[in-house]
């Protein structure tokens, strides 16, 4: 099933003006039909809530709140109603819908209680939910455009076997239909999804508080998970903050039920089923399991890897647990096709985590002196992986740079005090370092003075930093390519390898600009934390005498995202959700903030960079950089005194993010960021 294309045409940034006018169109659009839902709730308001703030939750409602990063009152009025979903019966998504996976009328009244006994029994009416579920026939298609786009990247459901209406709970339906209304990009579905996912959240956890039963049942955390994504990217900061808390319950209850080591196999000694159907669906459930467990891990790290927060799960937890098998294996449709994929083996091999992750972390346990492997051993053999699990150890890496940049973040503070006499490493000492300039330029970027120049941190974090970049250069030319041969026609398979590209770009650039700095510089910490981030970042830029990687890596990571043919953004791309969304979002930003603070030689290596790469020379996005370099430029040597958001090099770049990220619009959380960066451009 196709979803229209209307939504991931990219306008060509040949004319700044027309492109400009097409994009402030667009957001003006977005942010009046907010106003336009805000007055729709006032018609239910009461006393009560009228004496809270009228600044609805985004993107609901257009409010101040939209300039600043993370800006959310808390007592500002709830999501109370929408309009409903009525298609007529010609509609494109219902006469090309596939009936497999439909749930049948009393599952459906199932699921109607599910999410209304929760808002009729326990809140007053003027508290209630005004909202009326689509019909069987549109929540089945919501159900299937969750099986056809969302399923693939959190594959649990083993669809050959699947019953839904036998084998998934209410509360998990509840969660696909909302993900698919998402999906569906139709009118009022976004604000519907909202409510519907508030109203699953309080009735699953209501139901787990009644029936301890539940804390166990894989499908129930599942559905936690769904919600759990659901609510960090739908764009709705509420939604958000609540994800936040979802996720301790995710977390905690896959942690107790065993992560893979339980969910895997039964007690040793147990015969093997005699018929072939009984053992693959065992197996299947078995599988079921364990990738379940990698779901939950993957978003537990989704947290170090695109929001700069901290993950709860430690590598040392999955360290016995199996990777995900080949999907060859798992889309195998009955049980005599997987026999003969099988072969002699009684089931699909799978590869230990803690092999798999070796070769990319062994170095990093070390004293961090070099990069060799502890004892001088020979590294641990890289191994053959499917895209998944190629995935799962990017995450990994990913996890690592969070680490490495909150040290940094720590020093910067404490060489930041100027009262200090504390040295900080003095009496460590370790191996001579070949990364002595690296250290310097960290030194200097986190604010050390010169008498601090023979601490040993500078060569631990400079030894840290070179460790993590072979990481990632070798995780690269291990994995950045399919093999010839290897199953990638799976939508799993595409998915997992789609989203690494712009992951280990994202890492690149994470690994070299100080993510903290960037989010204060767009106002994350308040109007008075701007002019101390610039600052940080004006060292961070002109320490070196060489281009900064990530500025280079933020500039391919742009244009790939933006072919220069038809200036079409791909389906696939759009599907990708955040993976795709916050490496955009940062690398635009990265390139803003040089722009703003790197000096001329800086600005002019950069200009040249990309002349000289035929590649991006003719992509949209070239034109666009080149302007808003050769502004600043221009500023610094005839102006000095023009601030550079006047000139137009600061709304050149953040429009040019805006204008994708509103294409990239299946998941509201890129809406939200366009319009941030669109506000912050009027700054």
């Known amino acids: ?85 009525i298609w007529p019966d010609d509609h494109p998504l219902l006469t090309s819908h596939n009936l497999k996976y439909d749930m049948s009328a009393s599952t459906y009244e199932k699921v109607m209680r599910c999410v209304t006994s929760i808002n009729n029994f326990h809140y007053s009416s003027d508290q209630r939910v005004q909202f009326s579920m689509p019909t069987l026939s549109v929540s089945n298609v919501f159900v299937g455009l969750f099986f056809e786009y969302f399923l693939p990247q959190m594959p649990v459901i083993h669809l050959p076997t699947v019953n839904v209406d036998k084998d998934l709970p209410p509360s998990l339906l509840a969660a696909m239909i909302v993900i698919g209304a998402i999906y569906s990009r139709e009118k009022h579905t976004r604000r519907f999804a909202i409510l519907l996912l508030d109203l699953t959240r309080r009735s699953l956890l209501s139901s787990i508080e009644l029936n301890n039963s539940l804390i166990r049942e894989p499908m129930i955390i599942y559905a936690l998970c769904l919600i759990c994504y659901t609510g ?87 360290s016995y647990q199996e990777c995900p098998c080949d999907e060859e294996f798992w889309v195998a449709p009955n049980a005599r096709h997987w026999k003969r994929l099988l072969g002699s083996a009684s ?18 346990v070390g004293n961090g002196s070099t990069t060799q492997s502890i004892s001088g051993a020979e590294d641990p053999p890289v191994l053959n992986l499917n895209p998944w699990s190629r995935f799962l150890v990017l995450l990994a890496i990913h996890a690592q740079i969070y680490n490495f940049s909150q040290e940094m973040t720590l020093i910067s503070r404490i060489c930041g005090d100027e009262n200090s006499g504390y040295s900080y490493g003095a009496n460590y000492r370790i191996r001579a370092t070949e990364n002595e300039s690296v ?47 290897h199953p990638q026609e799976s939508a799993t398979s595409v998915f997992f390898h789609s989203c690494s590209k712009p992951l280990h770009q994202l890492g690149l650039i994470l690994l070299d600009a100080p993510l903290t700095q960037l989010q204060d510089a767009i106002g994350k910490g308040g109007p008075s934390h701007i002019p101390e981030a610039m600052r940080n970042l004006s060292l961070w830029a002109n320490t070196s005498q060489q281009l900064r990687q ?14 220069v043919n038809n200036h079409v953004l791909s389906q696939q791309l759009s599907n990708m959700g955040p993976w795709s969304i916050i490496p955009c979002f940062i690398s635009h930003v990265v390139l803003w903030a040089f722009a703003q603070v790197a000096g001329s030689m800086q600005r002019q290596q950069l200009i040249e960079r990309i002349q000289h790469d035929e590649r991006h020379l003719r992509g949209p996005f070239s034109a666009v950089l080149h302007r808003a370099l050769n502004t600043a ?5 005839g ?21 994708v990220l509103t294409r990239m619009g299946t998941w509201g959380c890129s809406l939200n960021l366009a319009l941030l960066l669109y506000e912050r451009s009027k700054l």
């Open 1 to 85: 099933m196709a979803l229209p294309e209307s939504h991931i045409n990219i306008a060509g940034f040949e004319d700044p003006a027309q492109a400009s006018a097409s994009l402030d169109s667009r957001l003006t659009n977005f942010a009046t039909q907010r106003a336009e839902n805000s007055q729709q709730d006032q018609n239910h308001d009461t006393s009560g809530i009228s004496r809270l703030s009228r600044v609805s939750s985004p993107p609901n409602d257009a409010s101040e709140e939209d300039k600043w990063p993370f800006a959310w009152n808390p007592r500002s009025r709830p999501l109370l109603s929408c309009n409903p979903i």
């Open 232 to 318: 960090l990217w739908c764009g709705n900061k509420r939604s958000f903050e609540l994800a936040e808390a979802v996720r301790g319950f995710m977390v905690s209850f896959c942690r107790r039920k065993g992560f893979g080591n339980i969910f895997h196999g039964g007690p040793m000694g147990n015969p093997e089923p005699p018929d072939m159907e009984t053992r693959w669906r065992k197996w299947a459930s078995e599988e079921s399991l364990k990738r379940l467990s990698w779901v939950v891990y993957t978003l537990d790290y989704q947290f170090p890897s695109l929001l700069n927060l901290p993950a709860t799960i430690s590598l040392g937890e999955l």
């Open 347 to 364: 089931v699909p091999p799978s590869k230990w985590f803690s092999a798999a992750l070796g070769p990319f972390i062994v170095p990093h």
């Open 439 to 485: 250290a310097e330029e960290i030194r200097i970027t986190l604010g050390g003075s010169a008498d601090t120049s023979e601490w040993t941190v500078w060569h631990v974090l400079a030894n840290t930093k070179h460790q993590l970049l072979s990481a990632l250069t070798s995780w690269a030319s291990a994995y950045g390519q399919i093999p010839q041969g």
């Open 550 to 563: 990530s500025t280079v890596v933020s500039f391919e990571t742009i244009t790939s995202m933006a072919p």
């Open 633 to 637: 430029i221009s500023a610094e040597r």
């Open 639 to 659: 102006l000095p005194e023009v601030n550079l958001s006047q000139n137009g090099g600061q709304k050149v770049i953040f429009r040019s993010a805006a204008d």
